[in-house]
């Protein structure tokens, strides 16, 4: 059985985690191993400090949706916080010219400063798992840098049902790559934050 390497942890806490506003999408094929990731995940940001409440989750049918799915929660979530903050600047100028509107980084309106795109794809016997492998991830690497918000890679390209199981952290001495997608988010926000 081949090794599973994991990413040394960072060397710091990160004392934005508790305001950071993070997405997950997932593709449903594959559930059982797409289910374990989602929830090793979750239980990565919770435990560095996010919020559940200001955790999103959506699903899309399968990986070839992730980068489109990605682009549109990011860009809706931006629209909506500006919009948010109009309304806010106007509310507050007509109540009270002289206030300033009070933070809302963890607000349900507030951009994403990270999305997590989650999908197993396992090699069949076709070249669909070349095709939608290699669309999926340029994809996704195009969603961050044209969007300029972290977008966290958590796509399994197996080549068997027992490598995506054994990196889903299903069976013995298995290890969740959810987990590391989870503290990846949380440094890459983080740090994103800090770079700004
Ligand atoms: C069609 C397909 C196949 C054969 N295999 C997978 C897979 O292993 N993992 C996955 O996430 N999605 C798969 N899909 C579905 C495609 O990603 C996509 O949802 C459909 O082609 C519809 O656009």
């Given amino acids: ?20 506003r993070i997405g997950i999408v997932h593709a449903r094929w594959n559930g059982a191993c797409i289910d374990a990731l989602v929830e090793g995940s979750l239980k990565a940001l919770t435990a560095a400090g996010v919020q559940r409440d200001n955790i999103v989750v ?10 489109h799915a990605t682009a549109r ?6 629209t909506q916080a500006s919009s948010a903050a109009t309304d806010l600047m106007s509310a507050t100028s007509l109540l009270d010219p002289s206030s300033t509107p009070s933070s809302t980084s963890s607000a349900p309106s507030a951009p994403f400063d990270a999305v997590i795109s989650i999908g197993v794809l396992i090699k069949g016997s076709t070249m669909h798992f070349e095709y939608i492998s290699d669309a999926c991830v340029h994809g996704l ?5 044209d969007s300029n918000t972290p977008v966290i890679l958590g796509v399994l390209t197996a080549l068997t049902q027992e490598q995506a199981e054994q990196r889903s952290g299903i069976g013995k001495d298995a290890h969740n790559h959810g987990e590391d997608w989870g503290s990846a988010a949380v440094e890459m926000a983080s740090k994103t934050k800090d770079w700004a």
């Fill in 58 to 67: 959506e699903s899309v049918p399968g990986s070839w949706e992730l980068p």
């Fill in 1 to 20: 059985m081949p090794q599973v390497h994991a990413p040394a942890a960072p060397t710091a806490p990160f004392p934005h985690a508790a305001s950071l």
């Fill in 73 to 78: 929660m990011i860009a809706a979530a931006q």
């Fill in 141 to 145: 690497m195009r969603v961050g840098l």
